[in-house]
C-alpha cells in the first residue's frame, strides 16, 4: 500500500526542502498541515503538486 501522507521529517527527507521551508510553505498557505494527536502529516499529493509549482531552474 502507497503510504498517503509524511511526517514534517519524512517531508523533508524525501523533498529536499528544509524544515523551515515547509513550514514557512504552510504559514504561507501552500501546503496544508494535518494533526493527528501530536503528529503534523502533509498529503504526499500536496507535497508534490507544491514541488511541481516552484519555479523552474534557469
Do not use: C, H
Not at 494527536?37 to 531552474?57: V, Y
Request: glycine share 6%; net charge positive.
Amino acid at each position: 500500500m502507497t503510504k498517503l501522507a509524511a511526517t514534517i521529517s519524512e517531508s523533508v527527507e524525501m523533498s529536499g526542502l528544509s524544515r523551515s521551508a515547509i513550514y514557512r510553505a504552510a504559514r504561507d498557505g501552500k501546503l496544508t498541515l494535518r494533526k493527528n494527536g501530536k503528529r503534523s502529516l502533509i498529503l504526499i499529493s500536496e507535497l508534490q503538486d507544491f514541488l511541481k509549482s516552484l519555479p523552474a531552474a534557469a
